[in-house]
């Protein structure tokens, strides 16, 4: 497996990347080639610094340009063609590269995704989904968490089939049970979205729906996919992103349950959805987040995750 | 004043609201006169037993039947004319009481509220808040949190004027800041509501409004009144209320900011925009629930808070 790197994304770049590929190297055993892309002249000195030596397993792609995080997406894109960002998509659109992974603009890594790599045929929108921590010690997904703030029943229904895919695939859960976010338990429950398609859930052969969830069980095992319009999860990741917060003001960051609500554990965001694996990271990705999204990337990779979702819609 | 306290509401009925209603007696100043609406055979010795008398400021008015909580309301209201909550809508209609509390079926609660004793001219739809503790020690208010799923731009704007009012009147903070509960911190984020109701917030000038919030800044002082949607309110009051629950797994429910998710401590749900006071209890209400919604209560007769409510709206 051959996975792109971008050293230039992240507010500590290019370092902690540098970091979390010294700790995936150190600690994994199943090890890919990774393809440092970045510039040359800053990325050598820290790879040398942390003894990683540029051999078959680690080569440095040289990128002369950066996007930056304000830099409105396509046209940077566009303009830039020797950024870090757009010389991955080329090389992975390529095939030089089996999957993609920056924690730079989450715009142009979008952008990319879905102009560069492209959405599955079939599929009506791409998704992001978020892992969910659950109290028994399990962990879940919610999606989509961003991509989609308005939706249609329809595509609730493909991130139902693209949720089960992930939690099949990269999650090892077999037979995923999928819920509903909703208001209320009973079928009918809930705005117009979730009216129209609690009955398309229902009657999916091809996912386990197990019907409504409410905001209070979404970290209690009654659900594995819980799928849910891009404003509402979005909104519903990012108050969970400050239950971490907020432990840790009460110094309780390292209790077993709320630390599990630190980004760094899951690393990245995939893009579901598209021809190929790409990871998008948080902008403070630390080296714990980048080795994990490594990670992350070898699953997609070794699971031929983008291959099965193709299947779902073509059959 | 006088309050009317639906005795046979909630799961531990009548011991709770009795027990709640000592608490109320015993602890607080200005005190009103409470009129304990429920079975007389029932009430009665649960009242000696905790030793409070019969007089001016305690009285028993006997409601021979009670709304279950399966019931469908409307059906429930209009037949069982006899039940405590039936009873208690008709004193508030007439006067008799100058606020309505009940911890029993919330649906009849509702039925009542907007049918019995009616919407404000001029607001579109009532709707129901909750408080919202901040790590700074305050508290704020996010609304709507279920009364209305699906909404439109002119309701989020009518929500700010009655959350801002609510805020003063009953939270002392005056000119309240309201923000936007959406996805990003930039004007034209979020879904088609959001961006709708943006500019609609920012061109009224009888609110105090600082721009959009974020589902990790909820419990941040970033603003005081926060409005989004039924749906997405109730999902994140939801999972709030989760939080206490993983707090008190975690043994960490005395926590000093935990602790303030508990509903005890906040009582019940007022309906913002009828004509009269009423407050909803949550099902599992127990004493220290029943006294603070009596206080509640108080605080929204002494402030005359529904005539402000009214004068918004015509002003």
Same mark, same amino acid.
Do not use: W
């Given at each position: ?72 997406? *396509? ?15 080329? @090389? ?37 989904? *978020? ?39 990269? @999650? ?24 129209? *398609? ?80 790409? +990871? ?20 997609? +990779? ?14």
């Amino acid at each position: 497996m051959n996975i792109g790197l971008d050293m230039m994304g992240g507010d500590y770049a290019p370092s902690e990347a540098v970091k979390g590929l010294a700790l995936y190297l150190n600690n994994n055993s199943n090890q890919s080639s990774v393809l440092c892309i970045g510039n040359e002249a800053e990325v050598t000195p820290l790879l040398e610094s942390y003894d990683i030596a540029t051999d078959k397993r680690v080569t440095i792609i040289h990128a002369e340009d950066v996007i930056g995080y304000n830099e409105p997406p *396509t046209k940077a894109l566009k303009e830039k063609t020797q950024s870090s960002i757009s010389i991955g998509f080329k @090389l992975l659109a390529s095939g030089q590269i089996d999957a993609f992974i920056s924690a730079g603009n989450t715009g142009a890594m979008m952008v990319g995704a879905m102009y560069s790599i492209k959405a599955v045929e079939g599929v009506l929108r791409p998704t992001i989904p *978020t892992l969910v921590p659950k109290l028994n010690g399990g962990t879940g997904i919610l999606l989509d968490v961003g991509l989609n703030s308005d939706c249609k029943p329809e595509q609730l229904n493909q991130f139902a089939l693209m949720g089960s895919e992930y939690a099949k695939n990269i @999650l090892d859960i077999p037979n995923a049970r999928v819920g509903l976010l909703n208001v209320g338990e009973e079928e009918g429950k809930g705005n117009i979205l979730c009216q129209a *398609t609690y009955p398309l859930l229902k009657e999916n052969t091809q996912i386990n729906f197990c019907g409504n969830i409410e905001g209070r069980d979404l970290f209690k095992d009654n659900a594995d996919v819980v799928v849910c319009d891009g404003f509402t999860g979005n909104v519903v990741l990012k108050m969970a992103e400050s239950i971490y917060e907020i432990a840790a003001f009460r110094q309780m960051e390292n209790d077993e349950f709320f630390h599990r609500f630190h980004y760094e554990n899951y690393g990245g965001t995939p893009v579901l959805g598209i021809n190929k694996p790409v +990871i998008i990271g948080h902008g403070i990705s630390n080296d714990k987040a980048f080795k994990n999204m490594i990670i992350q990337a070898e699953s997609m +990779i070794g699971s031929d995750f983008c291959e099965k979702i193709k299947r779902v819609f073509t059959s």
